[in-house]
């Protein structure tokens, strides 16, 4: 038996048949029964997003990263209004917004870094349409950027007394640093001027030694400086370190 196909999208559909008057030589006994047309046809789908970098809930992620989107299939309507970025406090993240045809994938290029170990929203809005005039779902998801170093301890520790005027300033980072050096790991004296001296690492470690090229001198209060931002310290990801700064008094 054959059924015509139509392009309608309509639920399931019964029908009856009768078996009678067979040709050639076949023998069959009249009788009915119940067909079913199962609904195979499909609407024309709205667009969905396919891949989505970040992904969502993805932690670590580089300040300075942007956020891609690829669509399911050609999208319109793709700008800085249809897909924001928001931090926690719901506060707009100016970026720039762009949309690559060819690959099908929106890129969102914020305008300054983003701040370290903050969550942060993307939404993309049902104004994007495709072809077909159907709009995207309302899509979001959330991300969160890589943390900024920080100081995990320091010898001598701040407000230490009594300090012996030959020994080292050390500084522990809670990650791998770059840009540790004189000018950014200072100490100086009471009268705030610098004590020279040789900054090194300790081996492969987060640890890192500023030696003073003469003893210290005694009874004497000095102010260890690290200098953070993003011109100072900062880790390999570029999140800068906040200056941190310690005082210690020698024997």
């Known amino acids: 038996m054959y059924v015509a196909s139509d392009l309608a999208v309509e639920p399931d559909e019964f029908f009856d048949f009768v078996l009678s008057n067979p040709s050639a030589a076949l023998r069959v006994t009249e009788g009915t029964g119940l067909g079913t047309i199962e609904n195979d046809d499909q ?3 709205a667009p969905t997003l396919v891949r989505q970098v970040p992904a969502p809930n993805a932690t670590g992620i580089a300040p300075a990263a942007n956020v891609n989107a690829t669509f ?4 319109t309507g793709v700008s800085d209004q249809t897909v ?11 970026a720039a917004v762009t949309y690559n045809a060819q690959s099908q994938t929106a890129t969102l290029n914020p305008h300054d870094r983003l701040a370290s170990d903050t969550w942060y929203t993307v939404t993309f809005r049902p ?10 779902k309302i899509t979001s998801w959330q991300f969160l950027t890589d943390p900024a170093p920080t100081v995990r301890g320091t010898s001598p520790a701040g407000e230490a007394t009594t300090v012996p005027p030959k020994a080292n300033i050390r500084v522990m980072f809670s990650e791998p640093a ?9 100490l100086t004296d009471s009268t705030g001027a610098t004590v020279p001296g040789t900054v090194t690492r300790q081996g492969e470690t987060t640890k890192w030694i500023l030696n003073p090229d003469a003893p210290l001198a005694r009874r004497t209060t000095y102010t260890a400086t690290l200098i ?3 011109a100072g ?5 570029g999140n ?7 005082t210690f008094t020698t024997g």
């Open 240 to 246: 800068p370190l906040t200056t941190y700064t310690w």
């Open 178 to 186: 770059l840009a540790v050096s004189a000018t950014t790991f200072t």
């Open 233 to 237: 310290i900062t880790d390999l990801g």
């Open 127 to 136: 104004v994007i349409k495709d072809a077909g005039r159907n709009p995207l």
């Open 228 to 230: 953070g931002g993003p």
């Open 84 to 94: 924001t970025l928001t931090d926690l406090s719901d506060n707009a993240i100016l």
């Open 43 to 45: 609407a024309d789908p």
């Open 72 to 75: 399911s299939e050609p999208v």
